[in-house]
């Protein structure tokens, strides 16, 4: 309430010294050399890909098993989505398949570190470079995560994030991000989000209005130092789930990250088998207990994209599957039990 009471003293409520402050600590903390604070992490994507160059004619490789901001983006700048199954055990991009997906066309690739898990980058980046792609980290569900030693998002060409409000950084409304260690792309990106300008009234390409309110960002900086913290809670929750729901028949638990790698579990999403994943969410339901399923329907599935009849088979048997359970920093050991209890119970 300070931090909010402050912008509202100061009356600076766009572009103004929250916003520069917040890109400087969350560059430093990412470990990035340029952070572009946006309106959200879609128009993150979006400003990343036109930054890029990539447009009308253009195919961009992703993943169908996310959701649809990731393939509305690439549609959204005229360039066409690949989708590329996913794996079983990650529920990210299969990188055995996605090869055979590049064709002359292809000009960029867009990895999802899906429900907070991070994608193999540097597997993903030698293939990239080796066919000369671009590659936009989708870290919108992955604030903090780190493989191989550095932060997701931070390996690509460029990396976009999300503060909407149920991310592990959150803000109190829309809010998103852009990273990159190149300054042209930083340059552009920044240009796009301020109507294609360097400074006002000078407009030199067609851009759009997509900057952080100064109220989001004081926000932001209230909460960016307690991100580990709370990021570290999600993985003792996760150990905890683990536990308590190892050995029950029907249910897949998220696999193991490799050593040295860190999840953020922005979801704790469990496998459901044999058909029974729609019945053991209407039982917690009625015990008091949320859970959500992400996702419904593959991207492949959607009405947008129906009309090109693909088939992606592990994508699609995981929207059938997947559960994902009450997961937050501070949740409790007791919550945990009571949660796991009524699993247990339902899939006895």
Same mark, same amino acid.
């Given at each position: 309430?300070?931090?909010?009471?402050?912008?509202?003293?100061?009356?600076?409520?766009?572009?103004?010294?929250?916003?520069?402050?917040?890109?400087?600590?969350?560059?430093?903390?990412?470990?990035?050399?340029?952070?572009?604070?946006? /309106?959200?992490?879609?128009?993150?994507?979006?400003?990343?890909?036109?930054?890029?160059?990539?447009?009308?004619?253009?195919?961009?490789?992703?993943?169908?098993?996310?959701?649809?901001?990731?393939?509305?983006?690439?549609?959204?700048?005229?360039?066409?989505?690949?989708?590329?199954?996913?794996?079983?055990?990650?529920?990210?991009?299969?990188?055995?398949?996605?090869?055979?997906?590049?064709?002359?066309?292809?000009?960029?690739?867009?990895?999802?570190?899906?429900?907070?898990?991070?994608?193999?980058?540097?597997?993903?980046?030698?293939? %990239?470079?080796?066919?000369?792609?671009?590659?936009?980290?989708?870290? %919108?569900?992955?604030?903090?995560?780190?493989?191989?030693?550095?932060?997701?998002?931070?390996?690509?060409?460029?990396?976009?994030?999300s503060f909407f409000p149920s991310k592990?950084?959150?803000?109190?409304?829309?809010?998103?991000?852009?990273?990159?260690?190149?300054?042209?792309?930083?340059?552009?990106?920044?240009?796009?989000?301020?109507?294609?300008?360097?400074?006002?009234?000078?407009?030199?390409?067609?851009?759009? /209005?997509?900057?952080?309110?100064?109220?989001?960002?004081?926000?932001?900086?209230?909460?960016?130092?307690?991100?580990?913290?709370?990021?570290?809670?999600?993985?003792?929750?996760?150990?905890?789930?683990?536990?308590?729901?190892?050995?029950?028949?029907?249910?897949?638990?998220?696999?193991?990250?490799?050593?040295?790698?860190?999840?953020?579990?922005?979801?704790?999403?469990?496998?459901?088998? /044999?058909?029974?994943?729609?019945?053991?969410?209407?039982?917690?339901?009625?015990?008091?207990?949320?859970?959500?399923?992400?996702?419904?329907?593959?991207?492949?599935?959607?009405?947008?994209?129906?009309?090109? /009849?693909?088939?992606?088979?592990?994508?699609?048997?995981?929207?059938?599957?997947v559960l994902s359970l009450p997961i937050?920093?501070?949740?409790?050991?007791?919550?945990?039990?009571?949660?796991?209890?009524?699993?247990?119970?339902?899939?006895?």
């Amino acid at each position: 309430m300070q931090a909010i009471e402050k912008v509202l003293d100061e009356a600076a409520f766009i572009m103004g010294s929250e916003v520069k402050r917040l890109e400087q600590e969350l560059a430093e903390y990412l470990g990035t050399k340029h952070a572009i604070t946006l /309106n959200s992490g879609t128009d993150a994507l979006v400003i990343a890909l036109l930054a890029a160059g990539i447009g009308h004619g253009d195919e961009v490789i992703t993943t169908p098993f996310t959701f649809f901001a990731t393939a509305e983006a690439i549609s959204r700048v005229g360039a066409e989505p690949v989708f590329v199954d996913v794996d079983p055990l990650t529920y990210n991009l299969d990188l055995d398949s996605l090869e055979a997906a590049i064709t002359p066309r292809t000009k960029a690739i867009i990895p999802v570190h899906l429900f907070g898990r991070p994608l193999d980058m540097e597997r993903l980046m030698l293939l %990239a470079r080796r066919c000369g792609l671009i590659v936009i980290e989708d870290t %919108a569900q992955a604030f903090g995560a780190e493989t191989g030693g550095r932060k997701a998002g931070t390996i690509g060409d460029m990396g976009c994030y999300s503060f909407f409000p149920s991310k592990n950084l959150g803000a109190y409304g829309d809010g998103g991000l852009l990273v990159t260690d190149d300054p042209g792309l930083a340059e552009a990106a920044a240009m796009l989000r301020t109507h294609g300008s360097k400074r006002k009234y000078y407009n030199e390409r067609v851009g759009f /209005n997509s900057r952080l309110d100064e109220i989001q960002a004081a926000i932001l900086r209230v909460k960016l130092p307690y991100i580990e913290t709370w990021n570290e809670g999600r993985r003792q929750a996760a150990a905890r789930y683990r536990e308590l729901l190892q050995d029950i028949p029907g249910l897949v638990l998220p696999g193991e990250v490799p050593s040295g790698d860190k999840q953020v579990f922005h979801q704790y999403t469990v496998r459901v088998l /044999n058909g029974r994943r729609d019945a053991l969410q209407a039982g917690l339901a009625e015990a008091g207990i949320s859970s959500y399923v992400y996702y419904p329907l593959p991207l492949h599935r959607l009405p947008v994209y129906v009309g090109h /009849n693909l088939v992606f088979p592990l994508a699609e048997q995981l929207s059938q599957e997947v559960l994902s359970l009450p997961i937050w920093p501070q949740i409790s050991a007791e919550v945990q039990e009571h949660i796991a209890g009524q699993v247990r119970r339902l899939m006895g």
